[in-house]
Antibody, heavy 121, light 109 residues
Framework: QVQLVQSGAEVKKPGASVKVSCKASGYIFTSYAIHWVRQAPGQRREWLGWIIPSNGNTKYSQRFKGRVTFTRDTSASTTYMELSSLRSEDTAIYYC??????????????WGQGTLVTVSS | QTVVTQEPSFSVSPGGTVTLTCGLNPGSVSTNYYPTWYQQTPGQAPRTLIYSTNSRSSGVPDRFSGSILGNKAALTITGAQADDESEYFC?????????FGGGTNLTVL
């Protein structure tokens, strides 16, 4: 069965960087884009962008451009989200999600369990 | 700025029917936005219920249905059960990015 398993919770100081991993299993890793979404406490969910595992192409939300980087390791079926210059407002649960695209549909079909990133001095 | 609107909370009696909506400000929701509905309980990954407006995801009971009502996407739960008590959120595909609703906390009592 399809699974996305994320790395564990992180606590970082303001100004630091954090790198979250998302390991895929149960499907062909290079066949589906992986997106990243976050939800800060009391806020709505926000889309951060995507990476295409087959070629490493990325697209970032304008709001996070320059601060977020997606990478992947195809040998490990794992994608990574790195967020730099952390501030307290980046405290959130970060999710990876697989997107399915066909003629009649485009949607996040499977999600990781989420990774809590806490930014605190 | 595009904002997706949802009712913050809703209540339904066991066995009852409830319709949650997903609007777009400014504008109207259409099938072109491929509205998708998710259910999420605290500490769990979101579960896909409905995609492309009205297609039920694998394993989702047929008491969950999706539609367009007026200028909004809608999720209807018929015959609500206690374990339907959860957060429901919608997502719209805007062509180059995705926008999320604020979520609806559904209480079954």
């Amino acid at each position: 069965q399809v699974q996305l398993v994320q790395s564990g919770a992180e606590v970082k100081k303001p100004g630091a960087s954090v790198k979250v991993s998302c390991k895929a299993s149960g499907y062909i890793f290079t066949s589906y884009a992986i997106h990243w979404v976050r939800q800060a406490p009391g806020q709505r969910r926000e889309w951060l962008g995507w990476i295409i595992p087959s070629n490493g192409n990325t697209k970032y939300s304008q709001r996070f451009k320059g601060r977020v980087t997606f990478t992947r390791d195809t040998s490990a079926s794992t994608t990574y989200m790195e967020l730099s210059s952390l501030r307290s407002e980046d405290t959130a649960i970060y999710y990876c999600a697989r997107v399915t695209v066909d003629v009649t549909a485009i949607f996040f079909d499977f999600w990781g369990q989420g990774t809590l990133v806490t930014v605190s001095s | 700025q595009t904002v997706v609107t949802q009712e913050p909370s809703f209540s339904v009696s066991p066995g009852g029917t409830v319709t949650l909506t997903c609007g777009l400000n400014p504008g109207s929701v259409s099938t072109n936005y491929y509205p998708t509905w998710y259910q999420q309980t605290p500490g769990q990954a979101p579960r896909t219920l409905i995609y492309s407006t009205n297609s039920r995801s694998s394993g989702v009971p047929d008491r969950f249905s999706g539609s367009i009502l007026g200028n909004k996407a809608a999720l209807t739960i018929t015959g609500a059960q206690a374990d339907d008590e959860s957060e429901y959120f919608c997502v719209l595909y805007m062509g180059a990015f995705w926008v999320f609703g604020g979520g609806t906390n559904l209480t079954v009592l």
